[in-house]
């Protein structure tokens, strides 16, 4: 992570097609288009690259996720399970349904806890969303055990965790359905932009349809198409999907420079004792997307942030005082502020989140440091920060 690292003349070369046909949307104006159908193509390369019969593009990876959760059948009085570390899109998908977030902790995979996730399984329990968090997966075996023993839907959020696999099967292809983020900072991006995917096909045809008002896309006139349901519009332009396909089509170098950058700096952490890693269920699927590890006890990692600092060590998180992405700072969400009245489903069936117990996940998410692996860093410069890092945390010890 993060694609845009390594622009170049392949995305020069799809998004200058789309401009000199100057046809921006995806569907219709075959005429003018002159061939280019680049979201298309996008999908096509998404369903060859992670193995799945269906991807469906959309405006963002919340919008994916939104896309999922309706054609899942997700709604008012659902409850959906999502873990206390991930991003904000995870609620604020889950809310946009109607559904109802039930927060559970995590565990030292960084996702979902399957203790966590069987404790707290009620009657309204529709989905359970582990979010592969910083490029690795979840407990995927246990967590599809726990859907399968309770009759629940797996929904995986791989947004920051594409061309990672579990057991020889992508992430994203696993659950009932999966989305990705395209957005500027992921490990392929389309400037914005997401996918959901998914092997169904009832689900594919309806997110087809759902993405674009609802149209039926039979025949070739959009003006004459009918709507067998409701819809939103989740589109992406030609523009976008134009960028995504070049960095697509780059997926896999991406995560084989990820795969060398990161081995560097983590054999290098491993000579020291105080600092463990975290617990990845298949590591040769591990998409390298970061380098996470633990130190013994809060008060040593702020230490070593600060080090981090003073040694000239960027792009890491600490992300216990984070608003993004863990719970701890979701103010908005535990008061429930919202410019529009909530359901009474939502006010009185969420957690009061001031007040869970969340210990667990305070624990392992004060003691992560959790490091971006660049694309762009030459080998210098990996072995450089490898012996910053070392130095760093030698220093606070
Ligand atoms: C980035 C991200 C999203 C949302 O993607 P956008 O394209 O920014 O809307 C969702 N979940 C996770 C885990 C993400 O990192």
């Known amino acids: 992570m993060p694609g845009f690292e390594l622009f170049g003349d392949a995305e020069r070369k799809e998004v200058n097609d789309v401009l000199e046909s100057g046809v921006l949307m995806r569907y219709g104006f075959d005429g003018a288009r002159n061939g280019h159908w680049k979201a298309k193509e996008l999908e096509q390369e998404l369903q060859n690259t992670l193995g799945v019969k269906y991807a ?8 994916a996720l939104n896309v999922a959760l309706a054609v899942l059948g997700v709604g008012a009085g659902d409850e959906v399970i999502m873990p206390t570390f991930t991003f904000v899109a995870s609620f604020e998908s889950i809310l946009a349904a109607g559904a109802t977030p039930i927060l559970v902790d995590i565990d030292d995979t960084l996702t ?3 203790k966590a996730v ?3 399984i009620t009657t309204k329990t529709k989905v359970v969303m582990p979010v592969h968090m910083c490029g690795s997966m979840a407990d995927l075996d246990a967590l599809k055990a726990i859907c399968n023993k309770h009759n629940l ?11 990672g696999s579990y057991k020889g099967q992508k992430l994203g292809t696993i659950g009932d359905a999966g989305c990705f983020s395209f957005d500027y900072v992921k490990t392929i991006t389309c400037g914005e932009g997401g996918a959901m995917i998914t092997n169904d096909p009832n689900l594919a045809i309806n997110a087809d349809h759902y993405t674009d008002h609802g149209h039926d896309h039979v025949g070739n006139d959009r003006g004459a198409e009918t709507h067998p349901f409701l819809g939103y519009n989740f589109r992406i332009s030609e523009l976008n999907a134009a960028v995504g396909l070049a960095q697509a089509r780059r997926l896999d170098d991406f995560v084989a420079i990820q795969r060398k950058n990161k081995k560097v700096l983590k054999e290098a952490l491993a000579t020291i004792p105080e600092v463990s890693f975290r617990r990845i269920p298949d590591e040769a699927g591990d998409s390298a997307g970061f380098l996470s590890f633990f130190m013994p006890t809060k008060e ?8 981090f600092k003073t040694h000239g060590v960027d792009a890491y ?3 216990y005082e984070n608003d993004w992405h863990y719970v701890r700072k979701w103010n908005h969400l535990k008061d429930q502020v919202s410019l529009f009245p909530l359901s009474d489903e939502i006010v009185n069936g969420m957690q009061d989140l001031h007040t869970t117990d969340f210990s667990q996940s305070d624990d392992i998410i004060s003691r992560n440091i959790s490091c971006l692996i660049k694309l762009s860093w030459t080998e210098e410069q990996v072995n450089e920060r490898a012996t910053q890092m070392v130095a760093a945390i030698k220093s606070v010890l």
């Open 153 to 163: 839907i797996l929904l995986e959020d791989a947004c920051q965790a594409i061309g």
């Open 300 to 307: 040593l990692t702020d230490k070593v942030v600060a080090a």
């Open 112 to 114: 979902l806890d399957p």
């Open 56 to 63: 469906q593009l959309t405006s963002s990876g919340t919008t």
């Open 118 to 120: 069987e404790a707290a």
């Open 317 to 319: 998180w600490n992300y």
